[in-house]
Nanobody
């Protein structure tokens, strides 16, 4: 009943920028937090950035100063602005959301299917 759809991935040269978007839809009462994870070939999935409904943010050390996460609570959309991209940023980026579908229910994690970001010359 809850779907997360990512967009904005693609091929970009080192030093370039991309903006990822993730739209949540379905039976949503509230979203407590949204975030972005990534998984590079042969590596474990890692947290890139997250943001709570109150605006608290957290970033991986490797992206601090280059990436910015933001959220449109009214539209249930989370963005990831990625600047000064490096080849090591190449990965499949996954959207994650902690969603409550009822007033009294606790949050449950949902995942998007991912969008590929390739940083290469």
């Amino acid at each position: 009943q809850v779907q997360l759809v990512e967009s904005g991935g693609g091929l970009v040269q080192p030093g370039g920028s991309l903006r990822l978007s993730c739209a949540a839809s379905g039976s949503i009462f509230s979203i407590n937090a949204m975030g972005w994870y990534r998984q590079a070939p042969g590596k474990e999935r890692e947290l890139v950035a997250r943001i709570t409904s109150g605006g608290r943010t957290n970033y991986a050390d490797s992206v601090k100063g280059r990436f910015t996460i933001s959220r449109d609570n009214a539209k249930n959309i989370v963005y990831l602005q990625m600047n000064s991209l490096k080849p090591e940023d190449t990965a499949v980026y996954y959207c994650n959301a902690l969603v409550s579908t009822t007033l009294y229910g606790g949050g449950m994690p949902y995942w998007g299917k991912g969008t590929l970001v390739t940083v290469s010359s």
